[in-house]
């Protein structure tokens, strides 16, 4: 007699399986440049559930450019899964989509997430997404060397400037093209 196998994830199948902490940031991106590109990450025990969410996320959303998982375990019994978004004020609305629907794999309500950026952890809302993760490519590198400067102030090093002054030639086209 014949039995159906399903695998794959179901309702509430990943419900005790991953950590309700989302990490932003906290690895490079593999696909294009860090100021261009924004890296989610999960936690999970499994190598197979990491699998399936990775498989899950690239079928179920346009706008993931890829999702990945880590090779091997990073620490006894926890895989990560790697996601990548463009870097855009979409960004927001994206992360809040993924999350939300994550609310049919797991236990966890949208309020229930924690988001970890450098060093700070915060309670997921859109308001604090826009607060701690640079939304365009302009504010990461912004804040990327703002911090660089802070590290080479206290090395006794001269800062650099964040952004340089446009030549006139480029002040001349923007003028023209009405920018």
Known sequence: MPTNINEGLGYKSLTGLISNIV???????????????????????????????????????????????????????????????????????????????????????LEDWECKVGSKNFTYSKSNIEKYVPLSPKAYRFQREFKLNELRVRAGMTTQKLFTEQDSIIREYKSKAGL
């Open 23 to 109: 990490h932003i940031d906290e690895f490079a991106s593999k696909m294009g440049d860090d100021d261009d590109i924004c890296v989610l990450s999960f936690r999970l025990p499994s190598e197979l559930s990491a699998a399936d969410l990775v498989s899950w996320f690239e079928k179920g959303y346009d706008f993931v450019l890829d999702a990945d998982k880590s090779p091997g375990e990073v620490s006894v019994n926890v895989y990560l899964v790697y996601l990548e978004l463009r870097r855009r004020s979409s960004l927001v609305d994206q992360i809040n989509t993924l999350l939300d629907d994550l609310q049919t794999l797991t236990e966890f309500e």
